[in-house]
């Protein structure tokens, strides 16, 4: 990718799941991977992205595991109806989700979000969805205001609220991880900054004080990759610098330092 490059930046299409997923089955994520993957091979558009956020935890609050919801984005063809996007989506969903699950559904396109008053009024109940037990008809209610696309299936209608909480929590740029991107569950092991931006499109890797490696300097990956939604941007979170060591330049030229990096622990990417 380019320096300049933002990954997001051709996001035209949002798609909120939650609820997919029963004790001892597939996560909603794998769902959400499974669902994007789909809509490309069916040309129905790019797949970009998808995020994973963190709601409440509460005992009134029925989850699986973790009660997080999933958000998809995708370049999509502005000749498809969102209702004939939905279609497909539903389809997909209904029939992968888990037996007795409640899966909710909320798209939105880029026509709805570049109104100011919707997309802060879908952030908010994103951020609510983190701090406060939220009903469905809070979801359904706002979706309607919004004129956006909202539906439940299974056996409940639980599922709306973190559907449509993923959709504001990432239109907010301040929240989430992403479980998929395109290249992130590829890379493995040690790589230069240089070979992770040709690999990955990430904005950027930093550590907690806002510093980035040089192109040269190498990153140790491990085998779980996923840049968190910050500030707008997709950020690869890195523990700062542990060594520094002296790589051979060409012909006459000093050896340059080249600072060694790994990135940021499980739990200090989930806290976003």
Same mark, same amino acid.
């Given at each position: 990718m380019t320096e300049d490059a933002t990954p997001?930046?051709?996001?035209?299409?949002?798609?909120?799941?939650?609820?997919?997923?029963?004790?001892?089955?597939?996560?909603?994520?794998?769902?959400?991977?499974?669902?994007?993957?789909?809509?490309?091979?069916?040309?129905?558009?790019?797949?970009?992205?998808?995020?994973?956020?963190?709601?409440?935890?509460?005992?009134?609050?029925?989850?699986?595991?973790?009660?997080?919801?999933?958000?998809?984005?995708?370049?999509?063809?502005?000749?498809?109806? $969102? @209702?004939?996007?939905?279609?497909?989506?539903? !389809?997909?969903?209904? %029939? +992968?989700? #888990?037996? &007795?699950?409640?899966?909710?559904?909320a798209i939105v396109r880029d026509?709805?979000?570049?109104?100011?008053?919707?997309?802060?009024?879908? $952030? @908010?109940?994103?951020?609510?969805?983190?701090? !406060?037990?939220?009903? %469905? +008809?809070? #979801?359904? &209610?706002?979706?309607?205001?919004?004129?956006?696309?909202?539906?439940?299936?299974?056996?409940?209608?639980?599922?709306?609220?973190?559907?449509l909480a993923a959709v504001g929590l990432h239109l907010s740029g301040d929240d989430g991880l992403f479980t998929w991107m395109p290249g992130i569950r590829d890379v493995t092991g040690q790589v230069s900054y240089r070979q992770l931006r040709f690999l990955v499109p990430i904005d950027a890797a930093l550590d907690p004080s806002g510093r980035e490696p040089a192109l040269d300097d190498l990153i140790e990956l491990g085998d779980w990759v996923r840049p968190v939604l910050t500030g707008g941007r997709c950020i690869l979170l890195l523990d700062p610098p542990v060594a520094s060591t002296a790589q051979a330049g060409g012909f006459g030229a000093r050896p340059k330092p080249v600072n060694k990096w790994q990135v940021a622990s499980r739990e200090v990417v989930k806290a976003h």
């Open positions: 997001l930046a051709a996001t035209n299409l949002l798609i909120g799941i939650d609820d997919t997923d029963s004790e001892g089955g597939k996560g909603t994520g794998s769902l959400a991977r499974g669902l994007l993957a789909s809509l490309d091979e069916r040309r129905i558009g790019a797949a970009l992205g998808a995020t994973r956020h963190q709601l409440l935890l509460d005992p009134s609050i029925p989850f699986t595991a973790e009660n997080t919801s999933h958000c998809l984005a995708l370049k999509a063809s502005h000749r498809l109806e $969102v @209702a004939a996007i939905a279609e497909m989506v539903v !389809e997909f969903v209904e %029939a +992968e989700a #888990a037996p &007795g699950s409640s899966p909710g559904i026509a709805s979000w570049e109104d100011p008053s919707v997309t802060s009024r879908l $952030v @908010a109940f994103g951020e609510s969805a983190k701090t !406060e037990v939220l009903d %469905a +008809e809070s #979801a359904t &209610g706002l979706a309607a205001d919004l004129g956006i696309h909202l539906s439940a299936h299974g056996e409940s209608n639980w599922g709306v609220v973190g559907a």
